[in-house]
């Protein structure tokens, strides 16, 4: 099959994790990173509600209401976890104590800003949640998303037209299709999905792409 | 002596007047001191302004006190969630104020407001419309937005146990807003599982020194808001 599964997606984030990093997962897909964490390595999952030494969900029949992820599902703590309440927790956060953090994305512009809380609708009732405390302290912003929207519109983009979480705080861009640097220079990409072409990157892009070849020169 | 045990919620809510500032404290259910808010839905204040994370689920606990009309205005992050519709329904009609707050930030001005601070500045939302209006200003070459303490009249807060001093502990994920909220109320009222005999709390386990807390109410059994959104439960 052409192009990365979301597993695909998830396990080549984690791959590009290193060993002792602590790490903040987003609602959604890359709650599935957890999942795919290398035999070699430890990582430590925080959420913001209050945990550190996150760990899988509990089987059924075990879920606590008191022991939850910042999605609001059950969730396990490891042994060494440890519990803390929000300032602490958004201290660990805002004060760069988080060593990555894979979010979500509505939109991700060239120059790195990221769109991923609210349509901007006259009648959304807007929820931001701590995105963007994430982005504005984690040190590194990973977004994993589907390339395009589910009408095809490209995801990454020139300028975001959604409201900003952040301006130029996306470092790695991990879709169904490609692997995404944003550099100084513009987006780059990185790495290609299995039977995908450059072209069609560039195609399903809604923002400039550095040339592939002078990216594998440096 | 110092005992701050209350006999009933009722009781411990019964001074809270129309236009009141709260805290509630939780996240979702976790840590949500839904007989506290019960309570305040009996003792019927109007007109007040509700800081909590998110704006309850189903027609009970934070939910029902909104459905009720007695909130003019929420100050919270994640107004919506699962099972929440009365907010967004009351929010869509123009009945009811939202001041959004990033969680994080939100979790500062309590601080704050707690620790007599009255203002810092975070670079959390600069460069979006959270931002927009607000003071900012640059140091080391990055900029930052101020961002202003809370305070509140009253917090309510749910704990694990407590002794008759206020000193507390929480469980597991429900501990969330209520520590920080408990240090910027004038009055801290909490509802716990358990009291506990005075020197039963190790005193390096202490998460919440008695200094912060007023009032304490012992609900044995707790509700749990996710059950009774299941089943359907409106409160009253």
């Not at chain 1, 130029?168 to 991990?174: E, P, S």
Request: glycine letters at 10%; one cysteine or more; hydrophobic letters at 40%.
């Amino acid at each position: 099959m052409k192009g990365w599964s979301r597993e695909e997606m998830a396990q080549r984030v984690a791959a590009d994790i290193p060993d002792g990093a602590y790490v903040n997962l987003g609602i959604g897909i890359p709650e599935l990173v957890a999942q795919f964490v290398p035999r070699d390595r430890e990582f430590i999952f925080q959420t913001e509600n209050g945990l550190l030494g996150m760990g899988p969900s509990p089987p059924a029949g075990a879920e606590d209401p008191e022991l939850i992820n910042a999605g609001k599902k059950a969730v396990t703590a490891i042994p060494g976890a440890a519990y803390f309440h929000h300032a602490d927790s958004f201290t660990m956060i805002r004060g760069g104590h988080i060593d990555v953090c894979v979010l979500g994305a509505m939109q991700i512009s060239a120059r790195g800003d990221l769109a991923n809380w609210s349509t901007g609708e006259a009648d959304a009732i807007p929820a931001v949640g701590g995105a963007m405390d994430l982005v504005a302290g984690v040190k590194r912003i990973l977004v994993m998303t589907e390339h395009t929207t589910k009408t095809g519109e490209p995801k990454i983009v020139a300028e975001c037209t959604y409201p900003l979480t952040g301006r130029g705080v996306v470092d790695r861009v991990y879709t169904n299709l490609a692997v995404l640097d944003v550099t100084e220079e513009g987006v780059a990409v990185r790495e290609l999905a299995p039977g995908v072409s450059f072209e069609e990157v560039r195609a399903k892009t809604g923002a400039p792409l550095l040339p592939m070849a002078q990216e594998s020169a440096r | 002596m110092i005992d701050k045990r209350c006999e009933a919620a009722a009781a411990a809510v019964a001074d809270v007047r129309d236009g009141a500032t709260i805290m509630i404290g939780g996240f979702g259910e976790a840590g949500s001191p839904i007989e506290l808010i019960h309570a305040l839905i009996d003792a019927g204040p109007r007109n007040l302004t509700v800081v909590s994370n998110n704006t309850g689920s189903g027609r009970v606990g934070l939910a029902a006190l909104i459905a009720r009309g007695q909130v003019r205005k929420m100050i919270c992050s994640y107004p919506r969630s699962a099972n929440s519709m009365v907010f967004p329904e009351l929010h869509r009609r123009g009945e009811i104020e939202l001041e959004l707050v990033p969680q994080g930030t939100l979790a500062e001005r309590i601080r704050c407001g707690g620790a007599g601070i009255p203002a810092f500045y975070t670079a959390t939302a600069v460069g979006t419309v959270l931002a927009e209006g607000k003071e900012s200003r640059r140091f080391e070459g990055s900029e930052y937005v101020m961002e202003r303490g809370l305070r509140a009249d009253f917090s309510l807060v749910k704990a694990d146990r407590a002794d008759r001093y206020g000193n507390l502990v929480y469980r597991r994920t429900a501990r969330n807003f209520g520590p920080i909220m408990c240090t910027a109320a004038e009055t801290t009222i909490v509802q716990v599982r358990e009291m506990t005999e005075v020197g039963a709390i190790d005193p390096e386990c202490v998460v919440t020194p008695g200094v912060f807390v007023d009032r304490i109410v012992v609900v044995p059994e707790p509700q749990q808001e996710s059950v009774l959104v299941k089943e359907g439960r409106v409160y009253p």
